[in-house]
T-cell receptor
Framework: DGGITQSPKYLFRKEGQNVTLSCEQNLNHDAMYWYRQDPGQGLRLIYYSQIVNDFQKGDIAEGYSVSREKKESFPLTVTSAQKNPTAFYLC??????????????FGQGTRLTVV | DAKTTQPNSMESNEEEPVHLPCNHSTISGTDYIHWYRQLPSQGPEYVIHGLTSNVNNRMASLAIAEDRKSSTLILHRATLRDAAVYYCILRVGGSQGNLIFGKGTKLSVKP
């Protein structure tokens, strides 16, 4: 089945450590996105990528880094510079059509907790 | 990015229709209106989108005002599984089309 997969579902990190969240899609989508969600809040955009080897900062990119070496993969690294990394992280992908980008498909999320 | 305004919460009875409103008075001509919903601890799920004309799919209907400054998501018969946070989002056509989320409307469905 086609879809978007995030792993792991739960992740614990010690303060001062970097950690990488995985996002893979087999939908052949061009664009991929990373969002952060805090309790009771909407989603905020961290980074997005429209094409391989290119990505752009979203609204809250500080303390995060990404890469897009393959079309199907868009990993997110939460660095030690991110002061408050405990949150629910969501990855999404979308395809380009004549009218622009169509609906986005989301993964099931990774819940990151700093201990 | 153009903003949307939604009520924080709404309640509905099971088996009854639900009308979820969204105001987007600063919408531009190339903005598509998208709706997503999110269940607790899950990723958002696409519901429907449209540009000017009303749209129907197996999940819902989208009614768009003639001036496009507001829209309404219609769930024809609410079920308990429809209880979720519903997000109304404007997505720029012909561009990177980033989805900018607000806080959405939390829909409760009573049996």
């Amino acid at each position: 089945d086609g879809g978007i997969t995030q792993s792991p579902k739960y992740l614990f990190r010690k303060e001062g450590q970097n950690v990488t969240l995985s996002c893979e899609q087999n939908l052949n989508h061009d664009a991929m996105y990373w969002y952060r969600q805090d309790p009771g809040q909407g989603l905020r955009l961290i980074y997005y990528s429209q094409i391989v080897n290119d990505f752009q900062k979203g609204d809250i990119a500080e303390g995060y880094s990404v890469s897009r070496e393959k079309k199907e993969s868009f990993p997110l690294t939460v660095t030690s510079a991110q002061k408050n990394p405990t949150a629910f992280y969501l990855c999404a992908s979308s395809i380009w059509s004549a009218g622009g980008y169509t609906e986005a498909f989301f993964g099931q999320g990774t819940r990151l907790t700093v201990v | 990015d153009a903003k949307t305004t939604q009520p924080n919460s709404m309640e509905s009875n099971e088996e009854e229709p639900v009308h979820l409103p969204c105001n987007h008075s600063t919408i531009s001509g190339t903005d598509y209106i998208h709706w997503y919903r999110q269940l607790p601890s899950q990723g958002p799920e696409y519901v429907i989108h449209g540009l000017t004309s009303n749209v129907n799919n197996r999940m819902a209907s989208l009614a768009i005002a003639e001036d496009r400054k507001s829209s309404t998501l219609i769930l024809h018969r609410a079920t308990l599984r429809d209880a979720a946070v519903y997000y109304c989002i404007l997505r720029v056509g012909g561009s990177q089309g980033n989805l900018i989320f607000g806080k959405g409307t939390k829909l409760s469905v009573k049996p």
